[in-house]
């Protein structure tokens, strides 16, 4: 099992900066599985945000946010960060924490890839 906790969440006006965290516990080898955010706004599907392969090294980002977020780990402390600048109202949602063991090379891209979420934090972009 696997446990993973966001924080970080809260409101902030357009064109302000929010920083994401998750930190994972529960499973000793949590190290290898790649981790990523998505995100969830009401009424709508949740959809991917970002992703990180198991080492680090390899970032990924959903065309929405591309540029504006940036995803990082560290894999000792078994955290992942999202670094979220320039945001817009359209950025509101409930942002989750994702583990994927199944592609650490790549990462999860669809919910059906994610082997464990967080409970979510809430993210909230208005003027």
């Known amino acids: 099992q696997v446990q993973l906790v966001e924080s970080g969440g809260g409101s902030v006006q357009p064109g302000g900066s929010l920083r994401l965290s998750c930190v994972a516990s529960?499973?000793?080898?949590?190290?290898?599985?790649?981790m990523g955010w998505f995100r969830q706004a009401p009424g709508k599907e949740r959809e991917f945000v970002a992703a990180i392969d198991w080492s680090g090294s390899i970032g990924d980002y959903s065309d929405s946010v591309k540029g504006r977020f940036t995803i990082s780990r560290d894999r000792l402390q078994y955290t992942v960060s999202l670094q979220m600048n320039s945001l817009k109202p359209e950025d509101t949602a409930v942002y989750y924490c994702a583990v994927d063991f199944g592609s650490p090379y790549r990462g999860p891209r669809t919910p059906s890839d994610v082997d464990y979420w967080g409970q979510g934090t809430q993210v909230t972009v208005s003027s």
């Open positions: 529960g499973e000793i080898f949590i190290s290898i599985g790649a």
